[in-house]
């Protein structure tokens, strides 16, 4: 038997015509739906016809094990013949049905049975997390073994060397203070810190897998963002132009910070010569896993950062000691990763993202101890004006043990800067290309911690790649190279900060993002269409991102709307307004949940405060209709 389960918002079918092996029906089963369901789409084979109710007892309890995971008590048992090439009798096939669906009620569940052997049309609405879409191959096996349940097998991925020794590798855990001290884990008290008890226990478990869907993917979709695209390969989204617009407004960004430290922007490949004899060794130290394809009867890899591509343009440079440090920096759109599927949910973990990559030559090790601490702060600047405070995640520092000796007094420096308790890796030996590295981690409503902004000491690839420097004495030399992304994945950025408001708003802080990020900063709300012209005019001054709400709905609704859409700045105008050529503005940030505060001022004072909050920080237009009954609905 063959199954395809998919756990479903709703599923809807309606018979249109019988086959001439139809089973006989009554009125009320010629349309069905059901909501919050499993939807379970069966294909019964001709192997099972000598053992039906063996494998129909494997398949419910198959079915069983996936709903308990997705927590649904409802089943929609769907016959699809499509699904196998072998297929059993017509009347084999209503036996097992049938038989599964009394297994399923007699198991206290709620199931619904589309008729067989009809031609039907459905409707399906798919979840789009991690365990919504599963298949299950369940045959009769043999006498000895009885029912035989395989989980569909994918082609045996390429997996580096790196992520063998990272799963070999013994970690050192421990907690460092501002004040040096190096803590075991079990021995540190954390209390004031349970943001950082959370992530420690998250890394040292590795507990990577998601068994529900986090708050930030519900946010996502409501706030038009980004959803999941299920016509490519998981991990794989699809943004909307309010997604579109953040992700520009946050790259453009960071691409400003480190041009203002001197990185050049450069554009390399997005795929590569698996067998290249560098890149080859470079994959085997890299600890993570590869999208690989075959063309012109060579295998290549999709990129999984930018290092190889810069690596490769250092090679062929010429540079002079007087160059150094030399930076370099590319915005990866896309990186590919192929996470596990387990793994992938959201925002949090993709298959593909953007991830701006700086890689900085330096002289000798002590230039690149002070690149790392100076790219450190950086990071810390980064993250908190896209909105990310250094009170929202926690610091992993990870370094070999002869670096820590060698280098005591700078990593507890790293620590005074954030001036709280960090997790340490400690390594006795080398297993990557690094041999110091930090990462600013986010810690999400499901206690998943995921990784932002790093900086690494590469010791190795200047010698793979060939990269030299001619020094002052005119000898050739091998710089040492920082691997930097100032923000990490932007998506990531982006998933933080809806988690940060899920969790803001549980704790009666209204939700909303950074005014320069915001898609919409001033909503025009006109209280009837004759003061749609002064609604039109308020918009044509202000020097922002604004709309008008020209919808034909209460202003209460209108205003709640805005709400839901975090617009920083309401604007309602009416008589009041018109006559006094004032605005009434609802301001977010001084608001409380059900107690917005609502401010008369000019269109003057309003472009202002917009100016402060945005200045120093990319723009681009609205990237909507300006009135919102021009627009279409995404979600």
Excluded at 259 to 285: F, I, Q, S
Excluded at 326 to 331: A, G, W
Excluded at 533 to 546: Q, S
Excluded at 570 to 592: F, K, L, P, Y
């Amino acid at each position: 038997m063959q199954i395809l389960l998919i756990h479903s918002d709703y599923i809807e079918y309606e018979t249109k015509r019988s086959t001439p092996v139809a089973e006989k029906i009554e009125e009320q089963l010629k349309k069905g739906r059901m909501e919050e369901a499993l939807t379970v789409f069966v294909a019964v084979e001709k192997n099972d016809e000598d053992n039906v109710d063996n494998v129909s007892k494997q398949t419910a309890e198959e079915i069983k094990k996936v709903t308990e995971q997705v927590k649904t008590k409802r089943v929609m048992l769907y016959p699809y013949a499509h699904l196998s090439s072998s297929l059993a009798s017509p009347k084999a096939a209503i036996e097992a049905l049938k038989k599964l669906e009394e297994l399923l009620k007699d198991a206290s569940f709620e199931v619904k049975r589309a008729p067989f052997g009809w031609y039907k049309s459905f409707t399906i609405k798919c979840k789009g997390h991690p365990l919504s879409e599963l298949s299950r191959t369940i045959g009769p096996g043999d006498e000895k073994c009885g029912t035989v349940v395989k989980v569909k097998e994918e082609k045996e991925e390429i997996v580096s060397e790196a992520l063998k020794s990272e799963a070999k590798a013994t970690s050192y855990w421990h907690i460092l203070t501002p004040e040096g001290e190096l803590l075991k884990p079990e021995g540190f008290d954390f209390t004031g810190h349970d943001n950082l008890r959370k992530f420690v226990n998250y890394e040292i478990h590795k507990s990577r897998a998601v068994d529900k869907i986090p708050p930030h993917v519900e946010l996502m979709r409501r706030l038009e963002l980004a959803d999941y695209e299920p016509g490519s390969d998981p991990g794989n989204l699809r943004f909307y132009p309010k997604g579109r617009l953040m992700k520009s407004l946050i790259e453009n960004y960071v691409l400003g910070e480190v041009a203002k430290m001197g990185a050049m922007e450069v554009e390399t490949p997005l795929m590569y010569d698996m067998n290249h004899p560098t890149l080859k060794k470079y994959l085997d130290r890299f600890p993570a896993r590869q999208y690989s394809i075959e063309a012109d009867k060579k295998m290549l890899f999709l990129r999984f950062a930018a290092c190889f591509g810069q690596f490769l343009m250092n090679h062929d440079m010429t540079i002079s000691y007087r160059n150094l440090p030399l930076r370099m920096v590319e915005l990866t759109r896309y990186s590919f990763r192929k996470e596990q599927s387990g793994e992938l949910v959201g925002l949090r973990r993709l298959r593909a993202f953007t991830m701006p990559d700086m890689h900085t030559l330096c002289k000798d090790m002590d230039g690149a101890v002070r690149q790392f601490n100076e790219q450190y702060n950086m990071c810390i600047d980064v993250l908190s004006n896209v909105g990310i405070d250094l009170k929202d995640y926690e610091v992993a520092i990870r370094f070999t043990r002869d670096f820590y000796e060698e280098n005591k007094d700078f990593i507890v420096g790293l620590v005074k800067t954030v001036n709280k308790p960090v997790l340490v890796e400690l390594w006795d030996q080398r297993f990557f290309y690094f041999v110091l590295k930090f990462e600013f981690n986010y810690v999400d409503a499901m206690d998943k911690a995921s990784a932002l902004s790093t900086v690494q000491i590469d010791v190795e690839n200047a010698e793979r790649y060939d990269i030299k420097y001619i020094d002052s004495d005119g000898k050739e030399k091998r710089p040492f190279i920082l691997h930097c992304s100032p923000s990490g994945a932007i998506e990531r950025c982006i998933y933080a900060l809806l988690e940060k408001a899920h969790m803001n708003s549980e704790k009666g802080i209204v939700p909303m993002f950074p005014v320069w990020l915001s898609p919409t900063q001033v909503r025009v709300i006109p209280v009837t269409d004759k003061h749609m012209e002064y609604a039109e005019k308020v918009a044509g001054e202000l020097n922002c991102r604004v709309d008008i709400d020209d919808r034909e709905e209460t202003v209460g609704k209108k205003i709640r709307d805005a709400g839901k859409e975090w617009i920083p700045y309401v604007a309602v105008v009416g008589d009041e307004e018109v006559s006094g050529g004032s605005i009434t503005v609802t301001v977010r940030s001084e608001s409380q949940p059900n107690k917005p505060a609502n401010v008369k001022m000019t269109v003057a004072e309003l472009n202002k405060k917009i100016s402060n909050e945005s200045s120093g920080f990319p723009f681009k237009g609205l990237p909507l209709a300006v009135r919102l009954s021009a627009r279409p609905k995404f979600v």
